[in-house]
């Protein structure tokens, strides 16, 4: 048995929800479909997340730039981005704008990422670009005023790190040289609307490219506000963004030999892009790819550290030299695990163990309505999505309730023995203190139930502990992904089926037994594997 001793009296710090500053979505039309609107609402209301970005904001099916049928010229429309950016400041939320892909007016190739095809190539006309997004940034300031706007984000596109010149996969067809000067253009138009917008990057995949970024700003007069960063666990295998990881599927199958998969390459050198445009013409050679990567999966886990995010994110905020940092892509990017109690304990660990190292995290995503291998009709399938595409909310939503609910203060003595780590938290708007409990592992490494004792001691202003009650999310609690497998995993759902497992999904309070005597109260928690309990003491009148 674990213990865990703590004197309600002892050291404590304000607690910075810098998680609940955005969470990710998927392309920017999706957001104009009335049931994304209701989850997001709902999503706001139950988790506090203030922000939300997308990618796609500048793609052709947002109708931002088109010319003419016969004269050629270039006629620019806001009209999208108006309905998107209204919603949100509605339900009193904003946008952390991602500036991409490029409009098909704009762009010097033909390169696109996705099933919704954003454009990946850079601007063959940078003055055209610049004359762009100064008039998008005008046309921002003129319709919600530079009060509102000088709260919101501007980031430079998404991911340059992936992809390479003339990749037919990635994100950015082009060089780092490139995109400095893609950035460079982009911040400048958008400080000559208003200097005090604020604007970052570079945007890039596993905490890539952050010196040589804040470098190139620095020695080219590029304005500079913030750093925005992704990084999931499993980073630290496949490469992304690290070395010669530019060719994303050379640095899956680059991966997979780092990790000792023991695998083959069947497809021979991938690094060249006239070798990448061979493989996605071949479907023999893609499948062989498939099949390579199907294999590697299965034993990726196995090199995954617990709790390595922490220090990924230790190390890009050394190097981004004081400029604040925001991760504007996390999750565990596990599958299917994700959906379930492993997906929530991931998070519930990450987010308060990385307290203090970051000015804000943007979780990817909040729901499944996603569309970027086009949408998956499954109703649970290792989706990035907090909420399914039906608005079930899965494990790793109720997360983020849970961390919703803690209050404004965490005591300095947390606990962190074998799998199991546990956070206290005072909240004194409603005489409360707060323990949340959390028993996690990466996945593939071995993990069991544990149970822990939890001793506090000392006087709290108002009197004894009258109530003792404890919410819990595992196998058997607030857990769809389980009640949808026993229910056979139908790919569809009918309303009945939705309904039940809206309810599966719910977080249920719970009296939890203890003990006091003067000056000491205690209780046995039992944590069973990915288990996260929360347990909320209320203490009475003097």
């Excluded at 670009?129 to 005023?145: K, N, S, T």
Aim: glycine share 10%.
């Amino acid at each position: 048995m674990k213990e865990y001793k703590l004197d309600v009296q002892s050291e404590k710090a304000p607690l910075d929800k810098y998680w609940e500053l955005c969470v990710g979505s998927c392309h920017a039309t999706t957001a104009l479909r009335s049931d994304w609107q209701e989850m997001l609402q709902r999503c706001r209301q139950e988790t506090g997340f203030r922000y939300v970005r997308f990618h796609g904001l500048f793609d052709d099916d947002m109708s931002v730039a088109h010319t003419t049928m016969f004269g050629g010229d270039i006629l620019l429309s806001f009209t999208n981005v108006d309905k998107l950016f209204d919603f949100l400041l509605s339900i009193g939320m904003k946008p952390f704008v991602e500036l991409g892909f490029m409009p098909t007016v704009f762009a010097s190739g033909k390169t696109t990422v996705f099933h919704y095809k954003g454009n990946t190539s850079p601007p063959k006309d940078y003055g055209q670009w610049a004359w762009f997004i100064g008039e998008f940034a005008r046309h921002l300031v003129d319709r919600y005023g530079l009060g509102e706007v000088r709260q919101w984000f501007f980031e430079v596109w998404n991911e340059p790190n992936l992809g390479g010149p003339g990749s037919p996969l990635g994100f950015w067809a082009a060089d780092q040289a490139e995109y400095f000067k893609l950035y460079k253009t982009t911040a400048q138009a958008l400080k000559q609307a208003d200097p005090l917008l604020r604007v970052g990057g570079p945007a890039t995949s596993n905490n890539a490219w952050i010196p040589e970024f804040i470098s190139f700003c620095r020695k080219n007069n590029a304005p500079l506000d913030f750093i925005s960063t992704h990084q999931y666990p499993t980073d630290v295998v496949l490469g992304f963004g690290v070395e010669d990881s530019a060719n994303i599927a050379a640095a899956n199958l680059a991966g997979a030999h780092a990790a000792g998969a023991k695998l083959k390459n069947p497809l021979g050198d991938l690094s060249k892009p006239e070798k990448m445009a061979e493989l996605m013409a071949n479907p023999d050679a893609r499948k062989k790819l498939a099949e390579a990567y199907a294999a590697f999966q299965e034993r990726l886990w196995e090199g995954v550290d617990r709790g390595v995010l922490t220090g990924m994110t230790r190390r890009a905020v050394a190097q981004a030299e004081g400029l604040p940092v925001y991760y504007t892509e996390w999750s565990s990017l596990a599958g299917l695990p994700s959906d379930g109690p492993f997906g929530a304990s991931f998070i519930a660990k990450t987010v308060l163990d990385g307290r203090d190292l970051v000015a804000g995290y943007a979780f990817w995503t909040f729901c499944d309505v996603f569309e970027e291998q086009g949408q998956d009709s499954r109703a649970f399938s290792g989706q990035y999505g907090l909420m399914t595409q039906h608005g079930i909310p899965k494990a790793p939503y109720r997360a983020f309730q849970l961390l919703h609910e803690l209050g404004g203060a965490i005591y300095s003595r947390s606990y962190a023995e074998g799998t199991v780590d546990i956070y206290a938290v005072d909240k004194p708007e409603t005489g409360a203190l707060q323990l949340l409990l959390v028993n996690h592992h990466s996945l593939l490494h071995p993990i069991e139930t544990e149970t822990v004792r939890l001793n506090l001691t000392g006087r709290r202003h108002g009197g004894p502990c009258v109530k003792a009650e404890v919410q819990r999310i595992d196998d058997e609690h607030a857990n769809a992904l389980a009640v949808w497998e026993k229910m056979g995993s139908p790919e569809y759902l009918s309303k009945a089926e939705i309904l039940s497992l809206q309810g599966a999904s719910e977080l249920v309070r719970q009296d939890q037994p203890f003990e006091q005597s003067e000056g000491e109260l205690t209780m046995t928690v039992t944590l069973p594997p990915m288990g996260i309990a929360l347990v909320t003491l209320y203490w009475g009148c003097p």
